[in-house]
């Protein structure tokens, strides 16, 4: 699409016009770009240079993006000051840093947290293992739900009712090896609260060619294990009324 039918798009489809603009400059950045041309931004939003311009100023003075000595545009602090405030919404941090922390040490892969907002995933706490070679998932990640194992625990028991909840529980963790990334293997058990239900999935990542069997048959119980103790921490029985 060129930048003409672009922006009559844009005015087509209603709302505020330059702030859908501006979102689009802010969402054509991805993780691996240090920082991006005027060239570059025009090329991935299908923008004028000059709309470009007038809305990068705005994004400048609130912080959502930067100008740097190149005269390139990079992200800003301000996303990361709103991301801050999107993960203490749930007040849950002061539980699962920790126990991710441990779940990698114990396991000697990394973990993550993940929460369902609306059709995806996205990864609220993550830690590395100590491995040089490791899957990338980053805090802010957005994960589809029909790959990953995380994904996969967040769509079946989002929608699940009493009875199925039960009947799936017997089936977890779940697992994806080579799904959503061919390179990527995953473990994934689901973490509810007492007064939310199911509010994420707790996995367990790495290297496909990591994840042999015998690896899998030892996470497999720590997983279980630190998804009971998160959810008990939550105020959740849902792992022992499984069991009964």
Known sequence: MNHQ???QADTRAGGVEAVDRALSILGCFTEHDEGLSLAEIS???GLYKSTILRLT????RSGYIVRMADKRFAVGPTPMILASFYRRRFKIEAFVRPLLLSLVEQAGESASFFRKEGN???CLFRADCRHLIRDQIREGDVLSLDGHAAGQVLARFSTAKPRTRTALMAKIPFISLGKGDSETAAMAVPVFSGSEGLIGALAVSGPLTRF???KLV???PLLLGFGERLSISLASKQYAQARS
């Open 218 to 220: 030892s996470i497999r």
């Open 43 to 45: 090329s991935r939003t």
């Open 120 to 122: 995806d995933g996205i």
């Open 212 to 214: 042999t069997p015998e």
């Open 5 to 7: 039918a672009v922006e």
């Open 57 to 60: 100023e705005s994004l400048v």
